[in-house]
């Protein structure tokens, strides 16, 4: 824990805090619902927003309590939280296929789909590391309970804590690290050497996690409320921008040299048309409710082998689904300039055209596969 | 557990070290406690309809939906109260009925979870939640739905959208086998609940609208081994092939197998319902398009066809041949004859002789002005001038909804009666020109819903007569109605609406003498009921979305203002 990773979580957690004060004096009078975050962990940032976009939705006041589970906690810790100091306990790992929680303790839906991910700079697959190469995992995580019980053509560097595997990886001493994704965006905060790095969906049983909040049956009522948000609301993930030193403002995570399909100021329009028009089958975070998708692996991943023209075929035929057809030219087109965007297309200064994009042979893979990680969950 | 406690370590992983702890064999805190949990045998599913569960998607091999419960009565329906609840927080559209095996209540959700529950206190006991392959969803048409389990022995299995078939443990929800039948994203995908017949888990592959060549697999139920596959397009030179033109169509020709099949003991059949051809425009697949809209009945334990019906041929309209077929017998020129009973999406009720797929007779239950009549061999008569083509728009009725979409119509053998949740409406069909590509839609044309003629209500509940064909009552409502049909001995008829409440109708003058109060959302999940300590239960699942929110906006009257409201929850019923 010597790594300055360490340091930079107790800052953003201060601004956090203060925001909490802010809103405390309005919540004086009647008792606020206490939400416990766990300052120790890497999702605490995304916690708090999460917490505190809940709050708002469901018009709960709370305070937000920071705990530290530094030196760990068993189910009797959690317990005894629920018990004393927290209605709700956030950030709390839920696996996905399990959703086992400490007995007595309940748990909301998750609230962000994460997991495990592979990190390399060269963005392998685990089935595609090459022989010989060496694995970066942390003791005892479910990546080393899981990989180290077998041989592989790899080779597993175990490491004590993560902050030591990703300084590992940074100096070049592992080829590949397979650590907790929150932990990778906290330290990409920091850490400049990450923006080199590609994560990947890690393909191994006990790797795909939720996190969702814990709560006591005793305060079923208020928490029922607090999920019911949840449920709602839109937790940020920090998207795929590594570079944070990119200027243009779009979420790019393409390599300089992609085409400039579109301009950004299409997009900008195109993203007030998907709010009206798309949203409501698409979500408003383009993952998908009853449609699918719209982001990542489904519409970008490599196995896809979609073109901008077979999207745009059937965003400007075939929808929206019950109206199809009923958008103008324009609007098609600045639609499909908003989902280049968010698959990581830069903007440019040229106008996207409605016969250029039915035409286009422009492959959409190859954005980051950093969206892929949360491409499939609800 | 204990090195955990006492090494310090990186606080995430130990909460996720923690967290997996729990998933350990022996140190599972949730599984405990719970009652001795009954293997599901062969000769308890042959025997479903008697039991005091619900064990399969439609109660029992007949599909009938029909439970013989008589505790709740058209006397005290009124009565009924809420036992339990639970919110599944997701918020698409939520179709399984509740599926009960003594104490034990499964319900699958949207995106393939499952959760199992105490079927009296409704206590979770489990939850399972797929991990779906990436890209999955990319071949999804109508949602992200799933129809339910199945069961047998100690296992419960499940279809998933990324074309897996799940076994998991019922007591711990631990995952048995698990078995992928087909690639995710490439315009397959699967909804239907599984059904097990002599130690096969039976699936069928959803795909009409993405150009797959569907089938039907069935899987030992013990390891998930394949025993057969049948694909419902033939290739050419096999049985059938020569109904599609030379080339590849064959190879994106649909016929989507999406709803579960249904079982003759008797006559050791397997009735499966075959979906649409791919694309629905029918231009470029000149043929009768076999075995597209039709019923298929096979040996179950080989998957060969020993016979089929063929409802609609060259399809154009998405008359998705796929509901299912209800095993019944009726009364046919004085004689009592083992039918097959079947309202398909073309608006017509069919009764053919199971034993040898002969056609008896086939009435229309809705307005159509497509298949205009059915000839006394069985074959359809059609308008022709209501064939879209490419630039051709045409005015088709019923509309590609059907006079009656997937949710199950329930037959009563003592009242004689089919209850049918039916969908009033046409639709302007364009054709436009279309290419297959893999994974993305294909439909090659563009329905715009409209009123059927002489009528503004979009939807129905009516009960058939099953030895005529004939209505015998009918109740219209102003919104669709798109959900499964419950009967029970006691002569009620359980359903739910679109505006989120549970009716209970008398099942023989339709009568409605039950509603709930309004639901967290409208319904479309299958009702089912069971008994539990002497207690009859009445559960069903509320949670809009599905086919209706992607392409019947209009029909629901929601606009972006006013949506339909949403959110997943299960609702159990029974008598103070």
């Not at chain 1, 790095?197 to 005793?218: D, E, F, Q, T, V």
């Not at chain 2, 089938?215 to 020569?242: E, H, M, S």
Request: aromatic residues 10%.
């Amino acid at each position: 824990m010597s790594s300055g990773f360490r340091e930079a979580l107790p800052r953003a957690l201060l601004a956090g805090l203060l925001v909490s004060v802010v809103i405390a004096p309005a919540a004086r009078s009647a008792s606020p619902v206490s939400v416990c975050v766990d300052r120790s962990s890497p999702s605490a940032h995304i916690d708090r927003i999460a917490a505190r976009r809940a709050a708002a939705h469901a018009g709960l006041r709370i305070r937000i309590v920071r705990f530290d589970s530094d030196h760990g906690l068993g189910a009797g810790q959690f317990r005894k939280l629920a018990k004393r100091r927290c209605d709700l306990i956030m950030g709390f790992p839920v696996e996905a296929g399990s959703m086992a929680v400490p007995a007595g303790l309940e748990h909301t839906a998750v609230y962000l789909d994460t997991g495990f991910v592979l990190l390399s700079r060269k963005g392998w697959h685990l089935d595609a590391l090459p022989r010989g190469s060496q694995l970066g995992v942390s003791y005892q995580s479910p990546p080393d309970q899981v990989l180290s019980a077998r041989t592989h053509r790899f080779r597993i560097r175990i490491f004590n804590t993560e902050s030591r595997e990703l300084a590992a990886l940074a100096a070049g001493r592992i080829d590949a690290a397979a650590v907790w994704q929150p932990t990778y965006w906290a330290y990409r905060q920091r850490h400049r050497v990450a923006a080199h790095w590609k994560a990947n969906r890690l393909g191994l049983p006990h790797a795909s996690w939720g996190l969702a909040a814990l709560y006591s049956p005793r305060v079923r009522t208020v928490a029922a409320r607090f999920a019911d948000a949840l449920e709602h609301v839109k937790v940020p993930r920090p998207g795929p921008q590594p570079g944070t030193d990119a200027s243009s403002g779009a979420t790019t995570g393409r390599a300089p040299g992609q085409p400039r399909l579109y301009t950004a100021g299409q997009a900008r329009a195109g993203a007030r048309l998907f709010v009206a028009d798309c949203a409501r089958c698409h979500g408003a975070d383009l993952q998908g409710i009853s449609g699918p998708p719209l982001k990542g692996a489904t519409l970008a991943g490599p196995d896809a082998d979609l073109t901008v023209g077979d999207i745009f075929g059937i965003l400007s035929q075939r929808m929206p689904m019950g109206a199809p057809g009923s958008l103008s030219r324009a609007e098609y087109t600045r639609l499909m300039a908003f989902l280049l965007r968010e698959n990581g297309f830069p903007p440019g200064g040229t106008p996207l055209r409605y016969t250029q994009a039915l035409a286009s042979k422009v492959p959409l893979a190859g954005a980051t596969s950093e969206t892929d990680v949360a491409s499939d969950g609800h | 557990m204990t090195a955990i406690r006492t090494t310090p370590r990186r606080a995430v992983s130990l909460v996720v070290a923690f967290a997996l702890g729990l998933l350990m064999p022996g140190t599972s805190a949730l599984a405990t406690g719970s009652a001795a949990y009954r293997p599901v045998t062969s000769a308890r599913l042959l025997n479903a309809q008697h039991d005091s569960g619900w064990l399969m998607y439609r109660r029992s091999y007949d599909s009938r939906g029909y439970a013989p419960f008589t505790q709740i009565t058209p006397a005290n329906v009124s009565r009924l109260k809420i036992a339990f609840t639970y919110k599944t927080g997701l918020k698409q559209g939520h179709e399984a009925p509740p599926v009960v095996n003594g104490r034990y209540m499964f319900i699958t959700t949207p995106l393939d979870h499952v959760i199992a529950l105490d079927a009296e206190t409704g206590k979770v006991l489990w939850k399972y939640r797929k991990k779906l392959a990436p890209g999955a969803r990319r071949s999804v048409c109508c949602g992200v739905p799933n129809r339910g389990v199945a069961l047998f022995g100690d296992d419960v299995y499940l279809a998933t959208l990324d074309n897996h078939v799940v076994a998991l443990k019922a007591v711990t929800g631990k995952v048995d086998w698990d078995r992928k039948v087909e690639a995710a994203g490439t315009g397959y995908t699967m909804t239907l609940a599984p059904l097990v017949v002599d130690g096969e888990v039976i699936v069928g592959e959803s795909g009409g609208e993405f150009g797959a060549r569907d089938f039907i697999v069935a899987l030992d139920a013990r390891t998930g081994r394949q025993i057969w596959k049948r694909y419902t397009v033939p290739a050419p030179g096999q049985p059938g092939g020569n109904t599609w033109p030379r080339g590849d169509a064959y190879k994106h020709g649909g016929g989507p197998a999406w709803l579960t099949g249904s079982y003759d003991p008797e006559t050791d059949t397997l009735f499966w319902g075959v979906g649409n051809p791919a694309p629905w425009l029918p231009t470029d697949r000149p043929g009768r398009n076999l075995y597209t809209d039709s019923v298929l009945a096979m040996n179950p334990h080989t998957g060969k066809i020993k016979w089929f019906y063929q409802y609609t041929r060259h399809d154009a309209w998405d008359y998705d041949g796929v509901n299912q077929s209800v095993l019944a017998d009726i009364d046919y020129h004085g004689k009592k004859v083992k039918a097959l009973l079947h309202a398909d999406r073309n608006g017509w009720f069919y009764a053919l002789d199971r034993v040898n797929g002969k056609f008896l007779w086939a009435r229309p239950f809705t307005y159509v002005n497509t298949i205009t009549g059915i000839k006394s061999d069985g074959t359809p008569v059609e308008d022709g001038s209501r064939r879209p083509a490419a630039g051709k728009k045409v005015f088709a009725c019923p509309s590609p909804f059907g006079g009656k979409n997937w949710w199950p119509m329930s037959v009563d053998p003592k009242t004689g009666m089919a209850y049918l949740p039916t969908v009033h409406a046409c639709a302007d069909l364009e054709g436009v020109a279309v290419k297959y590509k893999r994974g993305l839609p294909y439909y090659g044309e563009r329905p715009t819903i409209r009123h059927q003629p002489g009528t503004s209500d979009w939807g129905e509940v009516q009960a058939i007569d099953i030895n005529t064909g004939k209505q015998v009552w009918s109740r219209m409502y102003r919104k669709p109605w798109d959900d499964g049909m419950l009967s029970t001995a006691s002569g009620l008829v359980f359903s739910g609406s679109l505006n989120g409440r549970l009716y209970a109708f008398d099942a023989r003058s339709g009568k409605v003498l039950w509603k709930s109060r309004k639901l967290r959302s409208g319904i479309i999940g299958v009702p089912s009921t069971y008994e539990v300590d002497g207690h009859q239960y009445v559960a069903v699942l509320a949670g809009y979305g599905g086919v209706m929110s992607l392409f019947g906006q209009k029909l629901t009257g929601a606009t972006p203002k006013h949506p339909m409201p949403r959110g997943g929850e299960l609702y159990v019923f029974r008598l103070p």
